[in-house]
């Protein structure tokens, strides 16, 4: 009784303390890293990262950083909602490029007044979304085609698509650039005061964020759908086995990644743009691949993950008027992405190595047990 | 620079008013903020005309300078940011090289009125304290598509942009008519390197020497390009093929980095960003700087065609015929 408390007792401690283990070391290699990059670059690292806090404590930067971050964040989820089946939805990309295409086309057209037109755009860019990403889940379950590989087609041809779309149907020309109509002022999305002492707004869309973030943890946690996903993602054979539809689960998924990935691209045309033109952010895609990494699937650490990123990259500018190239934005982000995977891999092997001395010991112990009960 | 640094506050209009007012033209020192395109400074092309400009401005009128460079994937607001940290940390006038900047810089030359703004390729954003730095691509593009057509023997031309934009539409129109006023009968192949949102096609030179491989492979005998870095690839291809080719943006021949294929380059489609980059710049030191749109055009020498290597110098006195046209306005060059 007492080893089972122990070994329970253990576990739990071991787990807290690796817990807290790997973020620190990811966070510690990646900042010793950089600071030998920004040395070789000829930059002084402490200046350099005295620059990142004081921009990132202000007001101003926070809001800023909060409404790059909002994008990221949906865009990891899109990601991550794949990932935790083993499923590589590469095409987040141009699902939600494609998404932002027609939506904003249709939002342009204002077909309905104020609100409405705010919902129609948004379910409009999830239905497109979803069908979308629904292409790479029949193709891979009629076909066998690996959706890394058809996703990565279909971003191709979403960017052809969108562009003919523009150039032909949607676009107005400004300038240089092309561009859809703009949607009209009753249909934006209000901005919200979060952050006092600024009066940069934060997007409306970090509510829809949140609310997403709650969604995909109850879904996969609390529900029998996410069980079956997990187990799906965990073991093919085992899903089979316990009478989960493994091709059915397929497809429902990517339409779920597809239908999240359309909303990437709504903070910005809703709240801020309120046109799809050919300045509209490019890549969040990818973006969300690397943060769904860094958080490791998780919904607060992609959070926290989507703030670090944006924080990033929101600093460039700054890092610029200290004479430090840009790149350094880009490689720093590079090397958090592996810090971070290293970390959690040497713990996990701490772990596994500390549980066999722990199961060899415990194998070990009762052989001395008989002996000393022999002995008295 | 900490101070600068600290210059994104949320001060920004009172700020910026007090930096307007200290940096009056003709002042102590020019602060110039540059904020550039992706590519920045090095992409061999636009970026680095606007670059030139601003050297020539630094070695000459003798401002100070602080370039700031875009990121891929960034939003408006994030451009946003950019303008106003120059502006905001005192630098007075502040250039914005690319169309990508046409709504930032109305917004934020609003918040700093007495900052003057310049934006190079856009005419969208308007207000009493932006000047539009305009080319008329499409006259330049004529001239060499006159010469293309004129040293083509096989009667068969290319032409390869960098991205299916707008902008890169008044490059292929141009050339397109200029060829055709020659030769009317002109088989012309078109080809662009990659779709907006992808601005790849900007930097990608292997791009642009598979696209210009094919062109040559189908027959045709010279190919301009508006592709920015993959330039150089189709340059390549151009050696490879045996054939012609034509420079953009600056006259690319002269360029040291374009030095191997200098046989190949017949003659570049100037477009003066530098130049007109330091005539705002020293029309500000003067206090001379014009709100709206510089049209830069074939009459101000702002477009024009390069003839180093003399490659071009047997059919040069056709190709300034036309000029002449162009200038007097009796040929008008499409931009679409």
Known sequence: ?376 | MAAAACGGGDDTTTTGASAGASSAPAAAQVKVGLAYDIGGRGDGSFNDAAAAGLDKAESELKVEKKELEATQGETDAQKEERLRLLASGGYNPVVAVGFAYSGSVAKVAKEFPDVKFAIVDDDAAKGDNITNLMFAEEQGSFLVGVAAALKSEKGNIGFVGGVDVPLIHKFEAGYEAGAKAVKPDIKIQSKYLTQPPDFGGFGDPAKGKTAAQGMYDAGADVVYQAAGGSGAGVFEAAKAANAMAIGVDSDQAALPAYADFKDVIITSMTKKVDVAVFDFLKNFTTGAVKSGPSVYDLKAGGVDYSTTGGKIDDIKSQIDEYKQKIISGEITVPTS
């Open chain 1, 1 to 376: 009784m007492n080893g089972f408390v122990d070994r329970l007792l253990g576990r739990v401690r071991l787990g807290g303390w690796l817990a807290v283990a790997a973020p620190v070391i990811a966070v510690a290699f990646a900042v010793l890293i950089t600071s030998v990059v920004l040395l070789i670059a000829g930059s002084d690292p402490v200046e350099a990262f005295t620059t990142l806090a004081d921009y990132g404590t202000q007001p101003r930067s926070m809001a800023m950083i909060l409404n790059t971050g909002v994008m990221y964040y949906i865009s990891a989820l899109a990601v991550a909602v794949g990932f935790r089946m083993n499923l590589f939805n590469i095409g987040v990309d141009g699902q939600y490029r494609l998404a932002a295409v027609v939506a904003a086309g249709l939002g342009g057209a204002a077909v309905v007044p104020g609100v409405l037109n705010i919902v129609l755009v948004v379910v409009v860019a999830v239905i497109v979304g979803a069908l979308w990403a629904a292409i790479a889940g029949l193709l891979r379950v009629y076909r066998g085609v690996s959706e890394v590989i058809s996703t990565i087609m279909l971003n191709a041809i979403a960017t052809g698509l969108g562009s003919w779309l523009v150039s032909e149907h949607f676009g107005v020309l400004t300038g240089n650039d092309l561009g859809t109509r703009p949607i009209p002022d009753d249909a934006h999305m209000p901005g919200i005061p979060l952050i006092a002492g600024t009066p940069v707004l934060v997007n409306g869309f970090i509510v829809v964020a949140v609310v997403l973030g709650v969604a995909y943890w109850v879904v996969l946690n609390r529900t029998r759908f996410g069980f079956e996903l997990r187990a799906t993602g965990k073991s093919e054979s085992a899903a089979v086995a316990s009478g989960v539809s493994v091709k059915k689960m397929i497809v429902v998924t990517m339409v779920m990644s597809g239908a999240v990935a359309g909303l990437i691209g709504m903070p910005e045309l809703l709240g801020a743009s309120y046109k799809y033109s050919n300045n509209f952010p490019a890549g969040l895609g990818f973006t969300g691949i690397a943060i769904a990494l860094l958080g490791r699937n998780n919904p607060v650490g992609m959070a926290v993950g989507a703030l670090l990123w944006s924080f990033l990259d929101n600093s460039s500018n700054q890092l610029q008027l200290l004479d430090i190239s840009k790149e350094i934005v880009q490689i720093m982000q590079g090397v958090v992405v592996l810090s971070v995977i290293i970390a959690y891999e040497l713990v996990h092997r701490y772990r596994i190595v500390a549980e066999q001395r722990r199961v060899s010991r415990e194998l070990a112990a009762p052989q001395e047990a008989p002996k000393a009960g022999a002995a008295a």
